[in-house]
């Protein structure tokens, strides 16, 4: 087992998902930009982060620093709830240099920091960096908060789940139990709709995983969102098994997406896509892709 992957089974399922988001962010930063490397990670506790995603670091001195809202580049990105840069980090003079023995291992001159914002709130920070003291464009500045704004969005969906679970747990109001069960319905059903609405997302997500065990947790974590949504389903031995792709289609299917737009989302040809859907069509008994769908949580399969 590499370290990576035993980092991501220590973790609580709330921190994979979170993990997951951060890394995938970042790597599509250093794709759009050619930065030489992104790192960053969420607040913990109020005004303080640890920076626990790199990547493309050449050493580890950056993980793990604690970064305090107004000590350096991203700590004033906190404070100010905006993005900041450096031309030449060390010789910076708009901000303190308690991280410049980090920043100094790593080799980094010119940086960036982002922070990532959910209803005026700052939720953590990703930055972007070169090893040259070079100006970072508006193309570069544009990528990186267009990074942020996917972490926002996935936050902003797990917030609201939460939301509606909590709702959903909380003491009934004082009125008629008739109107009282009606709530709990709505709101019950409220939730699957968000749990089939993330789990779709996560599928998607899985493949562009590199790192195969943090992928396979991910997975495993999309079996347990399917479990959850469909209670006593999972345990059902229906003998039907679909392949990966297959469901990864049906997912996408189940959230009203067509097949180009599935293929966007999955890096396939829509021509692919027709292919693996028809297929589990075939070992679903359906004749249209509503029936696949539903086939498909009844036997445990789909969320």
């Known amino acids: 087992m590499t370290s990576a992957t035993s980092g991501a089974s220590g973790m609580g399922a709330e921190a994979v998902v979170e993990a997951v988001e951060v890394r995938a962010a970042l790597l ?8 030489q490397i992104a790192f960053g990670g969420l607040l913990r506790e109020p005004r303080r982060m640890r920076i626990a995603e790199l990547n493309g670091a050449a050493t580890g001195a950056l993980r793990g620093l604690a970064i305090r809202s107004g000590n350096g580049l991203g700590g004033r990105a906190i404070a ?28 980094l001159r010119s940086v960036l920091a982002v922070p990532v914002v959910v209803r005026r709130k700052v939720r953590g920070v990703l930055y972007g960096a070169l090893r040259q003291p070079l100006t970072l464009g508006d193309r570069t500045l544009d990528a990186a908060v267009a990074a942020a704004r996917d972490v926002e969005q996935s936050l902003v ?28 319905a709505q709101v019950r059903a409220e939730v699957r709709a968000e749990v089939r609405e993330i789990h779709s997302e ?44 297959e469901l990864d289609v049906l997912a996408c299917v189940a959230t009203g997406s067509t097949n180009a737009a ?7 040809r829509p021509e692919t896509v027709k292919s693996y859907l028809r297929a589990a069509m075939r070992k679903l008994g359906a ?17």
């Open 157 to 184: 969906v797990r917030d609201e789940v939460e939301r509606l679970v909590a709702a959903e747990r909380a003491p009934a109001p004082d009125h008629p139990a008739r109107a009282d069960e009606e709530v709990r």
């Open 202 to 245: 996560l599928r998607a997500l899985a493949p562009r995983i590199v790192d195969a065990g943090l992928r396979a947790d991910l997975l495993s974590m999309c079996d347990r969102l399917t479990a959850a949504a469909t209670p006593g389903a999972a345990v059902r031995d229906t003998g039907i098994a679909l392949a990966p792709r």
């Open 80 to 107: 100010l709830s905006r993005p900041c840069a450096v031309t030449d980090y060390r010789a910076a003079r708009h901000i303190s240099h308690e991280y410049d023995a980090a920043v100094a291992a790593e080799g």
């Open 287 to 303: 004749h249209t892709r509503l029936e696949a769908v539903a086939a498909a949580r009844r036997a445990g399969l789909l969320a």
């Open 262 to 268: 599935a293929a966007s989302r999955l890096g396939l």
């Open 28 to 35: 599509r930063l250093r794709r759009a930009t050619g930065l």
